[in-house]
């Protein structure tokens, strides 16, 4: 009885301190064009978590200090799930000069299927759309072989960038990773090599523009190019901010860079965190956004798999370096301005049109 009363008064002390400190993810700070997310007050969400001893109701938070797991009931506990792919080799490059090469063969083969995102394999899951007539573009560096889709006058690679440079990561690789709402842990090498497979490698600004790294602490627009290819394959480039506003208004998006809707379009059918009225997308075009989350420096964290997906543009402006972002609990693809030192952020690149 004694043991039981003091894991209740942990647990209720916990739970107060959360609601006390609660707050809001973080939106990626720094300037903000097109607006942001509109976040939802200040209350803190219950989990059920189960503990050595106990299953109990109480914010993320307070699970993390009683040392426990989220669980779907406490009925019952879940299996652990350890989702493995099969990455290949990849052998680390100096992205600096690397020569590459790619061959977008434009061969119409349907690819992919609906289904659990969570499915990993080679460059990509089950999150692809079923109707689209994908091309597919290999990098000489490693081998890898990437969908890509025509949307009206841009080729687009389908995929998010896994070429394994300097100064970028797997979701999860050397710092603790968010695997759930508030939940972190260190993940395995097998487990986040999955996460590469699925969601493409994250890049420092500077590596994704296959810049010196001072290039995240100054200004370099000076070296940015047009087209500026950076780290994708020879034939490809980093998109700039008006081949981002053109994708969102051919899909479909309206308003200001057409950030208005397109990210319903853009994002993945399957793989995105459910909300009350977004989610998942619908993919109409083949984009097949998916929501690769961030590592935050400054925190030394990953966090927001399954909630945002958030693209490096060739703009930049000071310290900060432009991009798109998609979140599960909106229908716009916004156009924001974050630290460059701060963040590593998928890559799309997109076809040179000559």
Not at 17 to 27: I, N, P, Q
Not at 291 to 297: D, E, Y
């Amino acid at each position: 009885m004694n043991k039981t009363k003091s894991f209740l008064v942990v647990a209720g002390v916990s739970l107060a301190l959360a609601f006390t400190l609660s707050c809001s993810s973080d939106d990626g700070g720094g300037s903000t064009t097109g607006g942001g997310d509109s976040s939802s007050g200040n209350a803190v969400a219950t989990i059920f978590c189960q503990t050595a001893s106990a299953c109990v109701a109480v914010s993320a938070e307070a699970c993390l200090d009683l040392g426990g797991t989220k669980v779907n009931s406490c009925e019952t506990v879940p299996p652990s799930s350890t989702s493995i792919g099969n990455e290949g080799s990849s052998s680390s490059a100096d992205v600096q000069g690397g020569s590459s090469s790619s061959v977008d063969d434009g061969s119409s083969s349907s690819i992919g299927g609906q289904g659990s995102s969570s499915s990993v394999g080679t460059n990509g899951g089950d999150h692809f759309n079923p109707n689209i007539n994908y091309g597919s573009l290999t990098d000489s560096r490693d081998s890898k072989t990437y969908r890509t889709v025509v949307i009206g006058t841009q080729t687009w690679m389908a995929e998010n960038l896994n070429f394994n440079a300097n100064d970028s990561k797997c979701y999860g690789e050397g710092a603790q990773a968010e695997v759930n709402d508030g939940i972190y842990k260190t993940l395995t090498e097998a487990e986040w090599k999955a996460y590469c497979a699925t969601y493409g490698r994250l890049y420092s600004w500077a590596t994704a523009m296959a810049l010196n790294p001072s290039c995240n602490e100054n200004e370099c627009i000076d070296l940015i190019q047009t087209p500026h290819h950076g780290i994708c394959p020879t034939g490809w480039h980093i998109p700039s901010q008006a081949e981002w506003d053109e994708l969102a208004t051919t899909v479909g998006g309206t308003g200001d860079g057409g950030n208005l809707g397109s990210g319903t379009f853009l994002k993945a059918a399957s793989g995105w965190d459910a909300h009350d009225t977004y989610g998942n997308g619908t993919d109409n075009y083949g984009f097949s956004a998916i929501p690769s989350g961030f590592l935050n420096n400054e925190e030394g964290s990953f966090s927001n798999v399954g909630r945002y997906g958030a693209w490096w543009g060739s703009l930049e402006q000071g310290t900060y370096g432009y991009l798109r972002r998609a979140a599960t609990s909106s229908d716009r693809l916004y156009w924001n301005g974050w630290t460059k030192t701060k963040y590593l952020l998928s890559v799309r690149c997109v076809k040179d049109s000559n």
